[in-house]
């Protein structure tokens, strides 16, 4: 740990023990936190943020020590999923525990809970003696932060201290998993695909896309959205031909035909990595908003492993 780290982690734990927001780096998006046993600090991201108060949080934790002091009843299978993917981006929706605020699960009786992989957020949380509550550090319905500055971007001079961890590894936000009956049941799709929680559980589970509009509110539609007006297409050439008169600005998975020299582009991968594509997706939405454009045209990816959720991401991008 770095000196500027050491003194940024103890000015994030001051602030937190005093009831005020910190935006958090995790390996998915930034996080905008606070103390999870205070509802007076919770309610300062609803208002950040302007989070609808029906819009349950996530709890972070230190490590999966701490899971059974935020949850209650946990299916065998839980803890087999905790155990192969923390820490890492899997959430888990499980019944709560008494003492968990309905301010964090917003009248729900069950609550979201992960362990973040990031060193500075687990030495931040280590070094408190609450959990931390952390939605996504964007204004609501906006893109997610996956560098300091998005967050910036995003609350302009509302924004919070940010605990400066970089760019995050992922790039999108955590796979949560609920139960139904001890099944488990994808409600939103991550950086876990649906195909390696199945292959680790060595049997197919549901994703539940209608259910989890109740479930899940922050799965309906029209999330995650820049502000420039984006279209998600499987066929780049007839857009640009429809939308020649705008000033438009193409978002490519890899380079296709010399187009993203003949447009204002980012292009996400150059050989066309999953991995890749999703480590940059939201960092260049967030650029190619800032270039003033009419219009992003996107290019949607194979539908295949990450791709689900990158096609899911990209979906609830556009307009
Ligand atoms: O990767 C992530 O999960 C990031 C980082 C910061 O950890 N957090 C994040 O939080 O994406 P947020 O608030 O932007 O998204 C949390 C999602 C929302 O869709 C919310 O509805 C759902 O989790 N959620 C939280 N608690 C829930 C519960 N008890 N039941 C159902 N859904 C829940
Ligand atoms: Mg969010």
Not at 40 to 57: C, G, V
């Amino acid at each position: 740990m770095n000196r500027i780290s050491t003194t940024q982690l103890t000015e994030a734990k001051r602030l937190l023990e005093l009831g005020e927001l910190v935006a958090i780096p995790t390996e998915t998006v930034y996080g905008l936190a606070a103390n999870a046993f205070s509802d007076e600090a919770i309610q300062k991201i609803y208002d950040l943020k302007n989070r609808p108060a029906t819009n349950p949080l996530i709890v972070h934790i230190a490590d999966a020590t701490g899971l059974d002091l935020v949850a209650k009843n946990i299916p065998e299978i839980a803890y087999q999923l905790a155990r192969e993917f923390w820490p890492g981006p899997l959430t888990l929706v499980l019944n709560k525990q008494d003492h968990i605020s309905s301010k964090v699960t917003a009248e729900k009786n069950t609550v979201g809970v992960r362990v973040p992989d990031h060193p500075l957020t687990q030495n931040l949380l280590r070094s408190l003696d609450f959990p931390l509550v952390a939605p996504s550090a964007n204004r609501s319905n906006h893109i997610s932060p996956t560098h300091p500055d998005h967050v910036k971007i995003s609350f302009g001079d509302r924004a919070p201290f940010i605990l400066d961890g970089g760019r995050t590894s992922k790039g999108i936000e955590s796979t949560i998993i609920g139960f139904n009956a001890d099944n488990p049941v994808i409600y939103r799709h991550g950086s876990i695909s649906q195909e390696q929680i199945e292959s680790f559980l060595n049997r197919k589970i549901d994703s539940n896309t209608d259910e989890s509009e109740l479930l899940a509110p922050g799965m309906m539609k029209k999330h995650y959205a820049p502000k420039t007006p984006l279209i998600l297409t499987d066929d780049i050439n007839k857009e640009i031909t429809l939308n020649e008169h705008l000033k438009i600005g193409l978002l490519l998975p890899y380079p296709i035909n010399d187009m993203e020299n003949k447009y204002s582009s980012r292009v996400l991968s150059t050989f066309g990595d999953l991995e890749e594509i999703m480590s940059n997706l939201y960092d260049h939405l967030y650029q190619l908003e800032q270039m003033d454009l009419d219009l992003i045209i996107a290019q949607k990816v194979e539908n295949k492993g990450i791709g689900i959720a990158i096609n899911d991401k990209l979906t609830r991008a556009s307009h």
